[in-house]
């Protein structure tokens, strides 16, 4: 069963701004969606015409087999969790997460076992007579997902949730993210433009750009075998260099020098060679480099060089050897990932 | 450091000394008596008829008819203050609501309007208020002194400014939530909108209080008079006996400012809190 399906959606902002130019995704029951992508790719246009804050331009979104483009946020069985938390300042944190309830009708003895089994959950039982003004960002955090989950809804829809706090802190909201989805077995679909907060959570990624898919796959899919070299650069961190090189039969010509690769492509590509699965040693053989600089990132180190007169980046691990001067790098020759050399989509 | 202080003190003191000390002249003068002022003029220093003078003012029996008291015209401009903020803060709020909230083609259009209604201010269209009152037969009433002033672009403008502020994602939040237009308003707005409300009840009312123009025009009975006005009118009838009690007009002005300023010191907190602070 799928919970939320996008079926090609467009969105024009009366201003005349293509956000969303044909989308079609779905979200399956209890699945967890991460929506990533660049600043002003549609990312947040997106998923605010499936909570109905946004009218759709065109297409079609629907939610547990019901079409709902013509309903109000509060009738589409919905619960958002923005990025500023939007708690109700003047309200207690008690009245914040009963007050959707209460809107709806909902019993008061109904409304009191809801907030007080949520309080548990989220660990706010503590605050439930406090002002949102006396919280710490966490626990704001925490009341603004509390909100969410009284509503038992088909589905949650996160904008954003952890920027606001710092990394520790986010680290750690997006485990409790993630365990508590697991635990609701409740479909969700999360926005961020940190690819690893998608990495981290996602069941499924959906990469955007400028409006437009361009990949759909597990983090591990998307990893390991991205479709564009946007994708290519965005997921994974270091990001993956990717070089000019033409594929002849001796393998892929990058200025003087030659590296091995497997492959029947010939002709001009764009060559992408991920900085953790490249090798490098003082001396052997392979593809020589002249390294430039070399970045310490604590468990590895990030070694910046030239080969064949381009920007190349090599993960080392941290006990290795600082290669310095000339030094060689090797790869396995299925780690090589080729793409159109205009087009940048994989070849 | 040390001298900063002292010099900000004097500055301050200086201030104080030039606007209080008038006021403090003209209570000290309303406790004498009148022939002795009429004699010497203004007086420093304590002229032992406070009560006596305060107490006549209060309930003595003044006017034309000889029916109105310090005490009723108290009432009566009170009545003018509290209605004259009241009415001002509930049409500039619903009028902002509408203009911020409710996104109709000719919102930006009709804010200008209001705007634009600030060039016009009641001197200006004074005939045709009181022919429009007059013909609705509200003359000598207190809808009639009220109504006609509680339209206020101002008021609408700060709350246009502070609907503003209120950050749009929790206008999204009580979508979610489930709350229609008037949910919103009352469980949301208003109180947001409380220190607000307050800031603009302070200023209003003690601009209502000091109404004397349109009270002038639009009460000929006695029994609608305020303070504001009642001052003259009560030196008037005074002024036919021999000596003009300056004790007791001075009495009066005294009085007039008391309960505005007793506002300003009461809600000053909540003033100054709604001025710089919106709720966050
Ligand atoms: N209300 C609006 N009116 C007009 N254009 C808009 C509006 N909201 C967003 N846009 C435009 O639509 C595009 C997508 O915006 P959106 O907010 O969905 O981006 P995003 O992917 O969420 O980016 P970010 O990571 O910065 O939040 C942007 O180019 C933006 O300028
Ligand atoms: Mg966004």
Not at chain 1, 246 to 267: E, F, M
Not at chain 2, 65 to 85: C, D, H, K, P, R
Not at chain 2, 97 to 104: L, M, P, S, T
Not at chain 2, 244 to 270: C, G
Request: hydrophobic share 45%; charged share 20%.
């Amino acid at each position: 069963m799928t919970t939320l399906r996008i079926k090609n959606v467009f969105k024009r902002y009366p201003n005349g701004a293509e956000a969303v130019k044909g989308v079609s995704v779905e979200v399956g029951d209890g699945e967890l969606v991460v929506f990533v992508g660049p600043s002003g790719c549609g990312k947040s246009t997106l998923l605010r015409m499936v909570a109905g804050l946004e009218d759709v331009t065109s297409g079609e979104i629907e939610l547990s087999g019901r079409v709902v483009n013509d309903l109000e946020p509060a009738e589409r069985n919905i619960a958002m969790v923005f990025q500023n938390y939007a708690l109700y300042p003047h309200m207690t944190v008690r009245q914040n997460l009963a007050y959707g309830l209460k809107n709806r009708g909902t019993s008061k003895s109904e409304i009191d076992s809801k907030v007080e089994a949520a309080g548990k959950l989220l660990q706010i039982s503590d605050f439930l007579e406090r002002k949102p003004s006396q919280l710490s960002g966490g626990q704001r955090q925490r009341v603004a997902m509390g909100r969410a989950i009284v509503r038992d809804p088909a589905i949650f829809l996160f904008d954003e949730p952890l920027s606001n706090l710092d990394a520790k802190l986010r680290n750690q909201m997006r485990l409790e993210i993630k365990s508590l989805q697991r635990r609701l077995k409740t479909a969700a679909v999360y926005v961020t433009h940190d690819q690893v907060e998608a990495m981290t959570l996602a069941d499924r990624i959906v990469v955007l750009n400028n409006g437009l898919i361009e990949q759909v796959g597990t983090p591990a899919e998307v990893y390991s075998r991205p479709d564009s070299t946007f994708v290519a650069s965005f997921i994974g961190a270091p990001p993956m260099n990717l070089l000019s090189a033409t594929l002849t039969d001796a393998g892929a010509q990058l200025g003087d020098q030659v590296l091995p690769v497997q492959t029947s492509l010939r002709g001009d590509v764009q060559l992408g060679l991920r900085p953790e699965r490249i090798k490098i040693s003082q001396s052997g053989s392979g593809a020589s480099i002249e390294v430039t600089i070399v970045e310490e990132l604590g468990a590895t180190r990030l070694v910046h060089g030239i080969v064949g007169g381009q920007n190349i980046s090599v993960a080392v691990d941290a006990e290795l050897p600082v290669p310095t001067g000339q030094a060689v790098i090797s790869f396995r020759p299925d780690d090589a990932h080729f793409f159109h050399a205009t087009t940048g989509r994989r070849l | 450091m040390l001298r900063t202080k002292i010099y900000d003190h004097f500055v301050l003191l200086l201030g104080v000394f030039i606007m209080m000390g008038p006021l403090v002249v003209a209570f000290m003068t309303s406790t004498f008596d009148h022939v002795l002022i009429h004699k010497e003029g203004m007086q420093v220093g304590w002229g032992g008829k406070f009560i006596e003078t305060y107490s006549t003012v209060l309930s003595q029996q003044g006017g034309f008819t000889g029916e109105v008291t310090g005490w009723l015209m108290t009432q009566n401009s009170l009545i003018l203050g509290i209605g004259f903020a009241l009415g001002k803060i509930v049409v500039s709020m619903l009028a902002a609501y509408a203009i911020v909230y409710f996104r109709f083609r000719a919102a930006t259009f009709c804010f200008w309007i209001i705007f634009l209604t600030l060039l016009l201010p009641l001197e200006v269209r004074i005939l045709p208020s009181y022919e429009v009152v007059q013909q609705l037969g509200l003359l000598n009433s207190y809808t009639g002194l009220i109504v006609p002033l509680i339209a206020s672009a101002t008021g609408t403008f700060f709350f246009r400014q502070f609907f503003k502020s209120i950050p749009n994602e929790l206008v999204e939040a009580a979508r979610v939530d489930g709350a229609g237009p008037m949910q919103f308003f009352f469980d949301i707005l208003l109180p947001l909108s409380k220190t607000m409300m307050a800031a603009i009840f302070i200023i209003m009312f003690v601009v209502g209080w000091n109404q004397y123009l349109w009270p002038t025009l639009m009460t000929t009975d006695e029994s609608y008079f305020t303070l504001v006005r009642g001052i003259k009118q009560i030196m008037q009838i005074m002024i036919g006996a021999d000596i003009p009690k300056y004790n007791e007009a001075l009495a009066m002005a005294m009085l007039s400012m008391l309960p505005p300023a007793l506002v300003i010191i009461i809600f000053q907190r909540m003033f100054i809190k709604g001025l710089v602070e919106n709720e966050k």
